[in-house]
Nanobody, 120 residues
């Protein structure tokens, strides 16, 4: 089975930085687009950023210029560097990846989520 495991969340003060990591493992043939989503209490899950297999990135307007998504294909890992954090960034952050497994079946996978809290 394929699984995604996030790490790097925690408590940080406004203006601070965090780097989230998400490692994909299991019966993976190919990892296509990877991304980060977040969900704050009482709100719907929203897209934060995506990165294609070729390294092309897209960031939501709310985080553009502050967050940077990247990936390390050799490590099957996607990162989210978060700088200039604001209280409104507080949410559970979820890793997402479109993956073809070794059976050649492709679907989206989700991590379990990691809490990011920005507070003074």
């Amino acid at each position: 089975q394929v699984q995604l495991v996030e790490s790097g969340g925690g408590l940080v003060q406004p203006g601070g930085s965090l780097r989230l990591s998400c490692v994909a493992s299991g019966s993976i043939f190919r990892i296509n687009t990877m991304g980060w989503y977040r969900q704050a209490p009482g709100k719907q899950r929203e897209l934060v950023a995506t990165v294609t297999g070729g390294g092309s990135t897209n960031h939501a307007d709310s985080v553009k210029g502050r967050f940077t998504i990247s990936r390390d294909n050799a490590k099957s890992t996607v990162y989210l560097q978060m700088n200039s954090l604001k209280p409104e960034d507080t949410a559970v952050y979820y890793c997402n990846a479109n993956i073809m497994d070794t059976y050649r079946f492709t679907r989206a996978y989700w991590g379990q989520g990691t809490q990011v809290t920005v507070s003074s």
